[in-house]
């Protein structure tokens, strides 16, 4: 664990200096030159005050600027914060509250909302980075150095400040070079925003390479195969959802032409197959993991897939299944998932109460059940919360989800347990579809597939599903909309 993420950065700048490292829009940046402006901006952070373990949160969206400040706070020996600067009031009172940033970086529009929070800090724009000239300071940066501050999304309340040391969080990326087949030749597509785990994770897949990160500004399905031509992208970091809005749209001979190769899509299991046959691409691949754990499972390129399941650990990564007593279960039997990693968080920020909870004998806890079959492949059956007890059933609501996401007219389903007075609960779908189709149908559809049991009795049908600003279903928004059905 002794590299950092500054430590791949050398290496490359060492020997692909001039070899672009980030594509956007119109403008290329080579790894020299984020070099060289990353130490302007710690420089610069230096003399607003920043010291070693002090955070700085960035507030930006998809620019050149939001790496060269990100390379630049880890430089000066900061802690890297990411927020999303569309946060409303509140959340965004309770994240810099609870961070205590030396510094915030963030764009002209949102300068005002930043300097009328109760919490004092310095608000800049990122061009306060720019102008700084001279050498990187001398920030006593190890690998056992605090380096990033990730805020979970808080579906169910405050978010949770994870931390990353230089440490682990450098090892982030490393674990797609093989599983991927990502080499120096590639350029890694990311649409999500650079804030958000996934894109993030294509920018230090990008630089453990030595090859080449390409994003937009923001995500247009319209806009995405000229995109996807115009970086010659080879590699796509996404999400399931996006994909089912590229599906949604017309097919485009722009769509079977691209360099695209391999997809890696967050919960994009149940439309592989047609990703696969649309756009032409060799492989999509799923893995497991989330902002505490980190990367935990891939499925590799070119392996056959095995229903229901996230593919074997990562390299270095290690997975047991625990009953409700911690003991360890055999092949097939379904527990909790614990994780041993090493680039998994530190610690919760300021909570060693929760810290304790999730991590035992150096296994994260992840609040997730699965199960394990003989060769150690992973199989997701839901969160611990989010199981419906329907009678004496216990139903995945993710298997659910997976089964109707296979109807050609779902673009988007989430399906949760509401009250019912007599079963307990109910199972409720949530529905946004692409063209005709009605609860009857989708009844039929799930039944032929699904044990009685676990097929829903409630449909709703809507024109979009609640989401975090990082593309998470806030399954508790329906919950609270579900109500009570029966009585």
Not at 10 to 25: K, L, W
Not at 202 to 220: D, E, K, R, S, Y
Not at 463 to 479: F, H, M, N, Q
Request: hydrophobic fraction near 45%; include cysteine; charged fraction near 20%.
């Amino acid at each position: 664990m002794g590299e950092t993420i500054l430590d791949v950065l050398a290496r490359d700048v060492a020997t692909r200096g001039g070899h672009p490292f980030i594509v956007h829009e119109d403008r290329r940046v080579t790894y020299a030159e984020l070099d060289r402006r990353s130490s302007g901006a710690a420089a610069a952070l230096a003399a607003l005050g920043v010291e070693q373990g002090e955070r700085v949160t960035l507030a930006l969206g998809n620019s050149a600027e939001y790496l060269i400040a990100a390379f630049g706070i880890l430089k000066a020996g900061g802690v890297l914060n990411p927020v999303n600067p569309a946060l409303g009031a509140a959340e965004l009172d309770y994240i810099v509250g609870h961070a205590e940033p030396r510094v915030v970086v963030t764009d002209a529009a949102h300068l005002g909302a930043f300097r009328r929070l109760r919490h004092p800090c310095t608000v800049v724009p990122p061009g306060a980075l720019a102008t700084a000239r001279g050498e990187t300071p001398a920030a006593a940066v190890g690998p056992d150095h605090p380096a990033l501050l990730l805020y979970t999304s808080g579906t169910t309340g405050n978010p949770k400040g994870v931390l990353f040391t230089h440490g682990n969080s450098g090892q982030g990326g490393r674990h797609f070079l093989g599983t991927l087949g990502v080499t120096a030749d590639d350029t890694v597509l990311a649409v999500t925003p650079l804030f958000h785990g996934n894109a993030w994770g294509a920018v230090q897949t990008a630089l453990h390479a030595g090859g080449t990160v390409a994003f937009p500004a923001a995500f247009h399905a319209s806009e995405f195969w000229p995109l996807a031509h115009a970086t010659g992208a080879t590699v796509l970091y996404t999400l399931g959802t996006i994909l089912a809005m590229l599906l949604a749209r017309p097919p485009s001979e722009a769509e079977r032409t691209s360099r695209l190769r391999v997809v890696l899509g967050l919960g994009s299991a149940p439309i592989r197959e047609r990703v696969i046959e649309r756009f032409g691409v060799r492989d999509v691949a799923e893995c497991y993991g989330s902002t505490d754990a980190g990367v935990v499972t891939i499925t590799p390129v070119g392996a056959p897939p095995r229903a229901g399941s996230c593919g074997p650990p990562v390299p270095g990564v290690e997975i047991r299944i625990l009953d409700d007593d911690g003991r360890a279960l055999p092949p097939r039997a379904a527990g909790q998932i614990a994780v041993r990693s090493p680039s998994r968080m530190t610690g919760y920020f300021r909570d060693p109460a929760e810290t304790a909870l999730a991590l035992r004998d150096d296994w994260f806890l992840t609040g997730d059940l699965g199960w394990l079959d003989e060769d150690g492949w992973l199989h997701f059956v839901d969160r611990k919360k989010d199981v419906i007890r329907r009678g004496g059933e216990n139903v995945s609501s993710v298997l659910v989800e997976k089964v109707l996401r296979e109807h050609p007219r779902v673009a988007e389903v989430a399906v949760v347990g509401v009250p019912d007075p007599v079963l307990g609960q109910e199972i409720k779908a949530f529905v946004v579809t692409s063209g005709p189709v009605g609860e009857d149908e989708l009844g039929e559809f799930a039944a032929a597939r699904l044990a009685r049991f676990q097929v829903p009795r409630v449909w709703e049908f809507r024109a979009s599903l609640p989401k975090t600003a990082t593309g998470r279903v806030e399954k508790y928004k329906l919950r609270q909309a579900g109500g009570a059905l029966l009585g």
